[in-house]
């Protein structure tokens, strides 16, 4: 999410997530991505009381020579004063970030959640009770009111899990002992001013444990960016059981990427025998009445609307669905980088507007590849004279180009998917 843009997946089939992927389907569904320690060097810090104790004792150092970043950056002494009132090096904090595992899931998996019955059905709960709200945001800022929802449901199971945690604490303790100090100090000033503006309080600031805040999960740079007081209070209220403003602000933010209205994010297509795979690449674009002509058609074996250029998409290779997406697809992304969020997002939407499920089957004998794999893929893939231009588990397009190049030397259809027996494979030969 660019809203939440630290946290993002890599693109593709993989999902990886510190959060439980496969707990209740009522949970916030965002996949994040963990860049840092490995499962196996997990740090434990919550048990130490010592060590507790004395990274406190530094974190109230820091927060002193803080105070007068602060004050340059031109927060007030009161506002310093009520927001670090009571606040404490948050040891949870530190081990949530340090020990997010690896987890892997695949697009299917992923998808089944996302858009399951019962996230459809308390969707369509939601836009019956906010259909007032919901109507009225997308008449202002032309964003489909189901979209909204979905952003909402994937991000908070429309407004259940919103984070309770002290998002002033949990920043400065993120910015003084954290992977990434210079990105959650910047976070913490905003979050700052975003209290000295009166848009909320300390004690109602709360959020998850990373900074990411109210109905639809905004970071402080980004509430102050694109967050609107739609209810006209004179606030900008993301935190209130009243979701208004947090769903006026998602609307913002999209439509300020570009949403256009009454453009799909993506449709699911059909694709000919013997389509060449090579043409499933995001730069190519052409008009779906051009891909029709190519044999591009949708379920029905129709030509695809022409909404506007766009590129076919095989989030799972050739045994999986396949997309035709739209510039909203990428709208979308500046939410979350993550393919299988654009995708849930789109498609939860298309569900509550009544529309059926994805209808091609998935590999669900498949599994998705761990990081080391991904890896190992790559090293592998470069051996073999597929240059992959580097080994850091991401499976980009450089790789996806490689994946295709070695396909083609054995005969297999060249989708570029990397999947477990692609590996399988390159570990034989």
Request: aromatic share 10%.
């Amino acid at each position: 999410m660019k809203m939440c843009k630290f946290l993002t997946a890599v693109a593709g089939l993989m999902i990886l997530s510190h959060t439980a992927m496969a707990a209740p389907v009522d949970q916030s569904l965002r996949p994040q991505l963990r860049s840092g320690v490995p499962a196996e060097k997990a740090v434990s810090i919550a048990g130490d009381a010592a060590q507790i104790s004395s990274k406190n004792m530094g974190f109230q150092r820091w927060l002193q020579d803080f105070r007068k970043r602060g004050r340059a950056a031109g927060i007030s002494n009161r506002t310093l004063d009520q927001a670090f009132r009571g606040v404490r090096y948050n040891a949870d904090v530190i081990q949530k970030d340090r020990n997010q595992s690896e987890f892997t899931k695949t697009l299917w998996d992923y998808l089944d959640s996302a858009a399951s019955d019962t996230r459809v059905q308390n969707g369509k709960k939601a836009l019956r009770q906010h259909d007032r709200t919901l109507r009225a945001i997308e008449s202002k800022y032309g964003v489909d009111k189901e979209v909204v929802a979905a952003v909402w449901g994937l991000e908070s199971a429309y407004g259940s899990f919103r984070g309770s945690i002290n998002v002033i604490e949990a920043l400065a303790t993120l910015a003084f002992d954290g992977r990434r100090g210079r990105f959650f100090e910047k976070q913490l000033i905003d979050a700052l001013k975003i209290l000295q503006s009166g848009d909320t309080s300390p004690k109602n600031m709360t959020g998850s444990w990373a900074g990411a805040m109210g109905h639809t999960q905004f970071i402080p740079s980004s509430y102050l960016a694109y967050a609107v007081d739609f209810t006209g209070d004179g606030k900008r209220d993301i935190w209130s059981d009243n979701p208004s403003d947090a769903l006026a602000s998602t609307a913002a933010y999209l439509a300020r990427f570009g949403w256009t209205k009454g453009q799909p994010w993506g449709v699911e297509v059909k694709l000919p025998r013997g389509f060449n795979y090579a043409l499933a690449n995001r730069k190519i674009q052409k008009m779906p009445s051009d891909w029709a002509r190519l044999g591009v058609t949708d379920m029905k074996g129709r030509p695809v609307r022409d909404f506007g250029a766009a590129s076919v998409l095989l989030p799972a290779g050739a045994q999986g669905a396949a997309f035709l997406i739209f510039k909203n697809f990428s709208v979308i992304e500046r939410y979350n980088t993550a393919d299988a969020y654009v995708i849930g997002v789109g498609h939860l939407s298309d569900r509550l507007k009544g529309g059926p499920k994805i209808q091609s089957n998935w590999p669900r004998g498949d599994r998705a590849l761990t990081f080391a794999e991904r890896k190992e893929m790559q090293k592998l893939l470069t051996r073999r004279g597929f240059d992959t231009k580097g080994v850091d588990g991401k499976i980009g397009p450089l790789t996806i180009q490689a994946v295709r190049g070695y396909q083609r030397t054995i005969g297999m259809e060249p989708d570029g998917y990397a999947s477990l027996s692609i590996l399988k494979k390159l570990k034989r030969n």
